[in-house]
């Protein structure tokens, strides 16, 4: 059975590519910082499957977690197949009044845990193995009031592309920048983003993120790419 290890696997998108992941016979290691209502849910979801779920709580925004994370791991497996660095926060930042705090939690969560979970794990990760960094639209083009998601998000995709050049030809690092992804507890989003702004005129649904994350998993000719799964809302 092949391994996989998805950061953020309680998230919105994270869970249902857990979901997805068992489905496909991964055995999956799922993180998480906080939230043991959604560990409950997402292990009901799973239902039988779930037998093949663990889950390790951390905080990735530090090494210290991320080593006590490798620790964990190892105690149980000796190699991992796919690394989905799904853990992330979406915020607002106000330019003018930016602390140091604030800039150095985004970055050390969305970017720098994606370099050191790549660094510690490729060493146990198999021959045709595949890292999957989410990065945004918003590191693509940047969104005003967002600096330090920009910021970091632009970083993951910079980063996969040198992951991709430091790691083959064992390894495929590939990038997934979603666009708005719509999910049941959207629905009242007062902050949606406009339909005007999306050439496409609808919301991404999951299921476009699990058919990227499909293709990127089936196609071993790739590597160090950014795939937008966003509408065509890069594009303007
Ligand atoms: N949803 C979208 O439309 C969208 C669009 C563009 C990009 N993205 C990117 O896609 C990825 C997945 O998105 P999502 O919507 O599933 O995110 P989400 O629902 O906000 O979930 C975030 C995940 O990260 C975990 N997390 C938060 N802080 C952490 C920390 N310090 N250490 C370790 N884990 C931490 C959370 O754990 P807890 O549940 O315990 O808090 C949760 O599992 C993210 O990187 C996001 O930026 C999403």
Do not use: H
């Not at 970055?107 to 050191?116: E, R």
């Not at 999910?183 to 058919?211: A, C, F, H, Q, V």
């Amino acid at each position: 059975m092949k391994i996989a290890l998805v950061t953020g696997g309680t998230g919105k998108i994270g869970k249902e590519i857990v979901l997805y992941l068992l489905k496909e016979n991964y055995e999956v290691v799922v993180t998480f910082k906080d939230s043991k209502e959604k560990v409950k849910e997402l292990k009901k979801k799973a239902g039988l499957l779930s037998e093949n779920l663990i889950f390790f709580k951390c905080d990735l925004s530090n090494l210290k977690g991320i080593d006590k994370l490798l620790s964990q791991f190892k105690l149980k497996y000796s190699q991992l197949d796919l690394l989905i660095n799904a853990a992330g926060i979406f915020i607002k930042n106000d330019f003018e009044n930016t602390t140091e705090e604030e800039y150095d939690y985004v970055m050390n969560l969305n970017l720098k845990s994606n370099y050191f979970l790549a660094q510690k794990f490729s060493k146990i990760m198999t021959v045709d193995s595949v890292i999957i960094n989410f990065s945004s639209v918003g590191g693509l083009i940047p969104w005003k009031g967002r600096s330090l998601y920009n910021l970091s998000k632009s970083g993951v995709i910079a980063l996969t592309r040198s992951l991709a050049l430091e790691l083959a030809p064992k390894i495929r690092v590939i990038s997934i920048a979603p666009g708005y992804i719509e999910t049941e507890s959207d629905k009242n989003d007062i902050e949606k983003m406009p339909l005007s702004k999306i050439p496409l005129r609808r919301y991404g649904k999951i299921d476009n993120i699990i058919k990227t994350i499909d293709f990127i998993i089936k196609n071993n000719f790739i590597t160090g790419i950014v795939i937008p799964v966003d509408g065509g809302r890069s594009l303007i």
